[in-house]
């Protein structure tokens, strides 16, 4: 139904219909069309209305072209006076004819005057180009936001495509890792990183998934890195959600920041943490990751995709309605993030 109203109001036609009958329902009421006696009295009155119309077409395609492409308002306004001076003329005259005397149209004592006819030419104008400049600004603002929801759509797709590979790339360094040490649990390892590229792909060309699902991929990555390093690094995931199916969030959005932890805490022998704390409550997420910064780190292979691309993402879908603090000192590496997911049904 919303789809099919949309339709209307992109549509000048249906528009130019919805300004006439508006217009003409105003002039009607105004001359008390209820008096009318005859068909021809009726057939005199769209003809005045007729009058009207084409004055306000006039100024429509003529003049207002010179307040909306030449930025000349006052220029406007001084030939819009004119205009409904002439047409209230040519109306007056037009209603002393003798051909319109048995009209019941303008043939009231208050409106047989030039002030009557200035009154309803410029009151007849407002009524048509009114709906008219506001369904113009409609059209405009709509075609921008669409613009807008396209490139963005675009970009998100562009940085999903970057991000994809990224992650890819990560866990196949972290499988090799585990096939070096445990090349036993190679297989299972292999099964495990085959249902992360499942739902990958699957999600992928969805704008939101449930945050059931979302939390049920980030915890099979987690174990897949407790399997990796697990044996020197103290690993804590913990999540407390007071309703896991109400909410949606976009695919593979918080794994950029549990990666980063992983790939950079964990990258030295010393003893190391890796602590994710994820909460929804009444509909905010709250993510909490902390890591060690080991003091003898290896080299680490960053690209810096998966961060910078999750930041953008975070820009594009929710603007500023997001917190994300990042501290980094000597000793952790700190990610606090905060958004308020929206709910399926709402």
Known sequence: MNKKFDNILDNKWWQEVAVVAFSFTIYTLKNDWMLF????????????????????????FFLLPILFKTQRPVTYIILTLFG????????????????????HLYQNSHQRSYAYQLASVLGTLVCILSPIIVFKFYRIHRKKTNETLLFNEMQLNSLKGQ????????????????????????????MKVSQLMRYQLESNNKKCVSLEEELEFINSYVQLEKERVGYRCE?????KIDNENAYKVSPMLLIAFIENAFKHGTCAIEKCFVRIIITVE?????????????????????????????????????????K???????????VDFKVQLKKFVE
């Open 37 to 60: 006696s005859s068909f021809t009295s009726i057939l005199m009155g769209v003809f005045f209305y007729l009058v009207l119309y084409m004055h306000a077409q006039f100024n429509r």
């Open 84 to 103: 409904v001076f002439v047409f209230s003329v040519v109306l007056y005259e037009i209603t002393m004819l003798d051909m319109f005397s048995n009209c």
């Open 163 to 190: 991000l994809n590979p990224h992650f890819l790339f990560n866990t196949f360094n972290t499988l090799y890792g585990i096939s070096l040490e445990f090349p036993e649990r190679t297989p299972d390892l292999i």
């Open 235 to 239: 690993i804590t995931y913990d999540f």
């Open 282 to 322: 009444n509909g905010l997420l709250h993510l909490h990751v902390v890591n060690s910064i080991p003091t003898k780190k290896t080299d680490v292979v960053s690209t810096k995709i998966g961060l910078k691309n999750t930041i953008e993402r975070l820009n594009l879908i929710y603007g500023k309605n997001y």
């Open 324 to 334: 994300l603090d990042i501290q980094d000192d000597k000793n952790t590496y700190i």
